[in-house]
């Protein structure tokens, strides 16, 4: 049976019984039903119901007008007045009291449904005009579908029982100041660089005083800090009017000088990020962040994240309420790019919420020339909102107090239940995609609409001075006074000779400096005290008692401790000692990516979950009461995501080892933008260090395609300026210096490790307890086994390709002429190391690059270009398209040929 129809069909035991069923799982039923039964517990309240007996007709009556609350509630942002510059869509069924079973007849009748939306027991046409001036008007509500009663009850109660708040003369004044600010500014600039790229915030100004606004509620609330993450459009507006950045500097950067530094390639102006520490106007300190991002939309999005989550972890004691991450989209870009998608479904995960974000889109109604109509299949922009059931405000961009308004109430909710929130500012672009672009070529309808509309500043200025708050010439005034003081910036700006970025969070990263080259002429000690490593094995092989573990996960702690009696560390041991000296020395540990807690090939089992509750045991958080903590999350099924995330992570906490780690190396293409954009060149566009480090499974197998290579070639063609490090490493011990390296310099650089998995359990990839204590990281590990007279032929390789034309010489009992000498560090190409080689060698011997991979493929072409002390050959697989076979046949044939032709070059005669 319909649902509606019980209440005319239906007796009361049998709603009864359907209503007790709700009540014991409200959050399982859907809006339809949810409203159904809100309907029954109003009609209970109200009337007297005979049990067993029907629903009287007056009730079904005051039911059908309870129907229409809800429609209002479900549907009425559908029919808003929330466009400010052209007619909105027509949708069907409408709101008309006809499709609720109501006629005019009863528009006079009062119905103690009015109760429901705050305004007591009412005429039917005063219920309606209620719900017309809360639900469509200038703001429009999605929040019915969320399925917790207690959100959805908030969010009606902020909105219809107290309604629109009034503002005082003075805060009206403050908005009109704001939106003088915004409004003065853009056209200062069209003025003053006639023709430069600037992505006007013209028609969106409201978002401006929106942002003071929530600034100024989110201090009362607790806030000290903002991490805010958006695109282009508007973004030096922001700069100037939210973050103070100086209007000097910023007219400056539209000078195009050089930078202080001549080897630095810096960024343009509407994409370099800020921080700042501001006081409110009620005299509190907040602190505010802007990151930088490239021209790619929405990439910064987990960047923020992650930025946010390292400040409530390392400096905000985990109070999620502290700090706010605001992320400022475009319609065209949060309907069309993934990564928005992806970053939604991580709010609520334990690695990686932040307490919700307040998203804002200003929706200027068009992409660069693309129609909305063309940009979505979605109704609105922000659908993917309600993918993780969360509440929208639709927001016209010309009604300024409703925008203060919603922003106030998206922060309010944000606070109350520690959830994402969306604001949908409707407005509108006055130029093209920038200011040199012609519009009307592709929106002529549109752009023939908007030359003729009042800016935002004009009708509120108009309304004011209505409303008898200012006189025009007040706000002529206030134009001119503005206007004036830009001036006078612009001619401090023509006197600074050279462009400056600092790094916008140079606060976290002082005592750090700029690596040089010498930095990399040799790595520092890293080792430890092998005493102390015995305690540190010993702890993190031992489970906590009286718990039941699986018996495989027994045996596996048990052999690790066979491991360090025997002194024959595995891959998986180094690790996991690298990690606890760290965590020992105070240092956080965070390692996310998919499948990590036990690691895609079950190496790790850094955590390790009880047999019959499941409960989760970190022996790396076993060590002792000072030490620092090891977070470690699998991720979702992302990588953009969440190495952005990881990133933005890295960025906040220069003291930490934060680590991505893909399940197979090749998975790192899933998430190419941030390795293009930010990790291989934010250091030379915006002179910000980052230590992230990448851990990517690469080898030649036979998995395939998919699971054979990192796309080493990628990463070393991005080299450039000591911009990363790219290792390959073969040894547990080298691995243990390497992740130790990473935090003890005073400087940061990106890690991009090509991790093994062969090697994961191979006999001779073991170390021994003093390597882990002595030494440090080699970067070149020469060939011990051979006698140097008798070597004409001098082998490069990297990786555990090492290992397997190893094998080939055992086997063949040949290669006594051959050295096979092991790169570890790819980039920067360690230079000495390798001339050091030579030097032993000879540099009249043969020296051959030989790898696993294709020849257009792998660290070959990165080697002949970066390497020039000796002709190198190559051995390697021919060219080719796809990495690797799919036939494991195919794959050893190719592999043995390799081999073959470095066993080619021996003296001895291989049968």
Known sequence: MDKFSYMSNGDVNAIEELYNQYLADVNSVDEGWRTFFEGFEFARKNFDLEAGGAIPENVQKEFRVINLINGYRSRGHLFTHTNPVRERRKYTPTLEIENFGLENSDLNVVFQAGNEVGIGPATLKEI??????????????????????????????????????????????????KLNQASVFEQFLHKKFVGQKRFSLEGGEAIIPALDAVIERAADHGVKEFVMGMAHRGRLNVLANIFNKTYAAIFSEFEGKEYEDTLFDGDVKYHLGYSVEAKTDGGKSIKMTLAPNPSHLETVNPVVEGISRSKIDHKLNGNEKEIVPILIHGDAAIAGQGIVYEVVQMAQLDGYRTGGTIHIVINNQVGFTTNYLDARSSTYCTDVAKTTLCPVFHVNGDDVEAVVQTMQI???????????????????????HNEGDEPKFTQPKLYKLIAKHPSPREIYLNQLVSEGVISTAEGENMEKVFDDMLQERLEEAKQIEKAKITDFLAELWQGFRPAKEADFDQSPETGVDKKVLLELAEKITRLPEGKNYFRKIEKLFHDRRAMVEGDNLDWGMGELLAYASLLNEGHPVRLSGQDVERGTFSHRHAVVKTEDTEEEVIPLNLISDKQAKLDIYNSLLSEYGVLGFDYGYAFATPNGLTIWEAQFGDFNNGAQIMMDQYISAAEDKWHTQNGIVLLLPHGYEGQGSEHSSGR?????????????????????????????????????????????????????????????????????????????????????CTGKFYYDILERKEETGAGDNIAVVRVEQLYPVPQKQLDAIVAKYGADKKYIWAQEEPENMGAWSHMLRKYRTVHLDVLSRRESASPAAGSPKVHANRHNAILDAIMSHSKEKVS
């Open 712 to 796: 080493m070639e990628r990463f070393l063609q991005l080299c450039g300026d000591l911009n990363w490090q790219i290792t390959n490493c073969t040894t547990p011990a080298n691995f243990f210096h390497l992740l130790r390296r990473q935090l003890k310099r005073d400087f940061r650089k990106p890690l991009v490790v090509f991790t093994p998995k062969k090697l994961l359990r191979y006999p001779k990839a073991v170390s021994t307890m003093d390597e882990l204590a002595n030494g440090r990281f080699q970067e070149v590990i020469d060939d011990t086994s051979v006698n140097v007279a008798n070597v004409d032929t001098v082998i490069l």
């Open 128 to 177: 309606i005009d209620h719900l017309e001036e809360t639900y469509c008007q200038s703001i429009g509500i999605e929040y019915m579908y969320i399925r917790e009663p207690q959100r959805v009850d908030w969010i009606r109660n902020k909105i219809e029982l107290k309604n629109r708040p009034i503002l005082s003369k003075e805060a009206k004044k403050h908005v009109l100041h």
């Open 410 to 432: 998206a922060l309010e909710y944000r606070q109350e239940f520690g959830r994402d929130v969306f604001v949908d500012l409707l407005c509108y672009r006055k130029y093209g």
